[in-house]
């Protein structure tokens, strides 16, 4: 590792493997600095006994940002395709082709005025400061309706309800509605495909370290400098510290979330404006759920079900990855998902809670699939936060701009920054493109068709 860079990123979720692609790629010296042994961030899965696990679902819509990042970077990835999503209809599940025919019968003139609205300008930023629940009923009346865009924001932007939900993500995520819902996940898992862009970064000349904690970024007479390091020490003894490195550069990426900005950078850098608005973002986005490995499929077919879970009113999703991309577990063995959309702050402290929730979960679970867990090898729960909450006043302009203000040469990226772009997978591969525009003027272009 040299200690002078033309650019300096820290963080390799999503976001920061994509600038620092796009960056080398262009011909810029960069360095990629990761704190945990693995790149990925939220998407980053890991093999253990020939199974492939990771913290919830991460699905890929065709034709949005993220495949338009890989193609830019000239990743070709190997592609597990399924379309067929299912929703909770009625105590029972419908695909989204039988419900929207549903729709055109029992909301014919909410369904028609929604699309005028859709093919309208509209002033997305008013639409940040309401709830998706005050926006539907002020331009619909269906409740039949409301509830499948309530579901559907809730799997999309992580918000369990509607009145919790900014209108301007509602209204993203009807778009997306109307779009094909085509997926796709990586056949062999997502850390193959995001050790590809590491190969790309390496490939042209940039570098990638893990296990190394960026401890500040330096600043002087508002200008980034540089950061310092400490490198993971080579024993692992309690209290112990690695080494500190000074590291130039005169730009810096923060691909991190923005609560953490602060951990590196004292608040007394910024605008005061600045910092309240980071503050005012650390309410967070949650995922409850379990994976478990069972000796055959709990369901046949290549489908994703996005369900409201009657026993605890919440939304979620149930998917069998090992159907669509039979690779990710040992042949004869079966990966089981399900999770739940929830607040972190409601649980993160409360263990118990979380307990009961997944015990309600199960239940259900078991009245849609009987002994979906009998024989099951093993079963794993997990709890992450996601991301800031795309509440009312927190969505949209509400999020920090790609470039810091008041501090030359330091940018962000990620998921809680200005791109609309919806999931979080997209607006973190968006916010990359947009960085690397702003700091280029253009993208360096060299496609390759996915």
């Known amino acids: 590792m040299d200690k002078e860079y033309d650019i300096i990123v820290v963080g390799a979720g999503i976001g920061g493997l994509g600038a620092a692609g796009l960056l080398a790629k262009a011909g810029k010296k960069v360095l990629l ?34 495949e338009e990042l890989l193609k830019e970077l000239g990743v070709k990835p190997k592609r597990a395709l399924f379309r067929d999503i ?42 940040d400061d309401i709830s998706g629940a005050q926006w539907l009923k002020e331009n619909i009346s269906s409740q039949f309706l409301i509830d499948l865009f309530e579901m559907a924001g809730a799997i999309v932007c992580t918000v369990p309800r509607l009145e919790e939900l900014a209108a301007s993500a509602v209204y993203e995520t009807i778009q997306l509605l109307m779009k094909s819902m085509s997926m796709w996940i990586p056949s062999n898992g997502m850390q193959e495909l995001l050790e590809e862009i590491v190969d790309k970064i390496k490939e042209n000349g940039g570098t990638v370290r ?46 991190v979330p923005v609560w953490d900005i602060f951990k590196v950078i004292p608040e007394e850098k910024f605008p005061e404006s600045f910092v309240k608005k980071v503050h005012h973002l650390t309410l967070r986005t949650a995922n409850l759920g379990l994976t478990a490995l069972t000796p055959k ?27 669509v991309a039979p690779g ?51 079963i794993s729960t997990y709890f ?40 979080g997978l997209e607006c973190a591969a968006d916010s990359a493109m947009m960085c690397v525009k702003e700091l280029l003027g253009v993208l360096p272009l060299e496609r390759v068709r996915i």
């Open 328 to 378: 990710l577990a040992p042949e004869g063995k079966h990966i089981f998902e399900s999770s739940i959309i929830c607040n972190y702050e409601e649980l993160v402290k409360d263990g118990q809670l979380r307990y009961q929730l997944l015990e309600e979960m199960k239940k259900d679970l078991n009245a849609w699939f009987p002994n979906w867990d009998k024989d099951a090898y093993w």
């Open 384 to 423: 992450h936060y996601e991301e800031p909450k795309h509440t009312p006043g927190r969505s949209g302009k509400h999020r920090p701009g790609i470039k810091a203000p008041g501090i030359d040469g330091l940018y962000f990226v990620g998921d809680c920054y200005a791109s609309r772009a919806l999931p």
């Open 210 to 255: 893990t296990g190394t904690t960026v401890q500040s970024v330096l600043i002087e007479n508002n200008k980034v400098t540089g950061v310092l390091v400490e490198k993971e020490s080579e024993e692992v003894i309690e209290g112990d510290f690695g080494e500190i490195i000074n590291i130039s550069a005169p730009t810096v990426i923060l691909a």
């Open 297 to 323: 499929p709990v369901y046949e077919g290549k489908k994703f079900f996005m369900v409201n879970f009657p026993s605890i009113k919440l939304p979620g999703s149930i998917f069998v990855p090992t159907n």
């Open 86 to 127: 299912l929703m909770s209809y009625e105590g029972g599940f419908k695909s989204m082709d039988e419900i929207f025919p549903l729709v055109q019968m029992r909301a014919e003139e909410d369904s028609t005025k929604m699309r005028e609205i859709l093919s309208s300008p509209v002033d997305l930023e008013a639409l």
């Open 33 to 66: 600095l990761e704190k945990k042994k693995n790149v990925g961030g939220r998407a980053a899965t890991f093999r253990k006994d020939g199974v492939v696990r990771s913290i919830g679902q991460h699905a890929v819509l065709k034709r949005l940002r993220y």
